[in-house]
């Protein structure tokens, strides 16, 4: 079946840097969500994006739909402690209802 | 209050037990989705449901089934819980075609021994 590729697995940054993560896959999407998923918790929407190309923020946050549409990535500038947690991408094909997920970013931050 | 409400929100059983995860959304949304999540996956879908009267596989069925009682309402049932369906499920609604956004509820950790 369909897939998303998310990468990086896990990270662990310093308090105040900046930090990116992204989705690949071979198929196209007419929408990409990323979520924030804290341990024992449901998954929060962050973003949504519709459009090839969009751009949109969310405080700190920013993500993209890339050109291809097969693509998105997020970074979140100036990470604070509470940013811990794990960050997932969510993509629905084209034509279709379906949504596919990424398996996740870890996400750390050393204060 | 969440707007998407799962109950309960743990619970352990033993194999063979019949099972059943409720969920309710004050969203007024029409589409509403059952998903499990294991380590290291992707949420994976069980069914879905688009109105009242629409009921949907998804991509793992086996082994659930699903009552849409009304808009608000969707559950899940385990008619005879196993080992392997130990997992955190989570409910979802979204709104329609054109706002393509999924809320997710808080999650149901089901441990089946």
């Known amino acids: 079946g369909q897939q998303l590729n998310q990468s990086p697995q896990s990270m662990f940054i310093q308090e105040g840097e900046d930090v990116s993560m992204n989705c690949t896959s071979s198929s196209i999407f007419n929408t990409w969500l990323w979520y924030k998923q804290d341990p024992g918790e449901g998954p929060v929407l962050l973003i949504a994006l519709y459009k090839a190309g969009e751009l949109t923020s969310n405080g700190r946050l920013t993500a993209q739909f890339g050109i291809t549409r097969k693509d998105s990535f997020l970074n979140i500038s100036a990470s604070i402690p509470s940013d811990v947690g794990i960050y997932f991408c969510a993509g629905q094909l084209q034509g279709t209802y379906k949504y596919i997920f990424g398996t996740g970013t870890r996400l750390k931050v050393l204060a | 209050d969440a707007d998407v409400t799962q109950t309960p929100r743990n619970r352990i059983t033993k194999t063979g037990k019949r099972i059943m995860l409720e969920c309710s959304q004050t969203?007024?949304?029409?589409?509403m989705y059952w998903y499990r999540q294991d380590p290291g996956l992707g949420l994976r879908l069980i069914y879905y449901s688009f109105d009242v009267k629409d009921i949907n596989k998804g991509e793992i069925s086996d082994g659930y089934s699903v009552s849409r009682q009304a808009q608000a309402k969707f559950s899940l049932s385990l008619e005879s819980a196993i080992p392997n369906q130990t997992a955190l499920y989570f409910c979802?609604?979204?709104?329609?075609?054109?706002?393509?956004?999924?809320?997710f509820g808080e999650g149901s950790r089901l441990t089946v021994l």
């Open positions: 969203k007024g949304h029409d589409r």
């Open positions: 979802a609604t979204s709104a329609s075609v054109r706002r393509r956004e999924l809320f």
